[in-house]
């Protein structure tokens, strides 16, 4: 059964930082491309970052240079360092497999105020 436990939201300033970790079992973790999405209000959930099995990372432009992804495949965590928190940041943060599973965990909420 696959679990996404996602944490670490909260509010922030413009300018500020967070970091989110996301627990995962379920999965076959080592060998999983792994990835944060976001869904600003009133909008798609979007791709943020990815970060493949043999540790590559991708990262959605608006996010590029602020946002650092990272993994640890012993703990089965998945880490989005975010820095220089812009108010257009503020969405429901989700982890998932890239592709994503048909689950998804609760998310975490990052609200940035100007």
């Known amino acids: 059964q696959v679990q996404l436990v996602e944490s670490g939201g909260g509010l922030v300033q413009a300018g500020g930082s967070l970091r989110l970790s996301c627990a995962v079992s379920?999965?076959?973790?080592?060998?999983?491309?792994m990835a944060w999405y976001r869904q600003p209000p009133g909008t798609e959930r979007e791709l943020v970052a990815r970060s493949t099995s043999i540790l590559n990372t991708n990262y959605a432009d608006s996010v590029k240079g602020r946002f650092t992804i990272s993994r640890d495949n012993a703990k089965k965590m998945v880490y989005l360092q975010m820095n220089s928190l812009k108010p257009e940041d503020t969405a429901v943060y989700y982890c998932?497999?890239?592709?994503?599973?048909?689950?998804w965990g609760q998310g975490t909420q990052v609200t940035v105020s100007s």
């Open positions: 379920g999965i076959r973790f080592s060998i999983s491309d």
């Open positions: 998932n497999r890239h592709p994503p599973s048909g689950y």
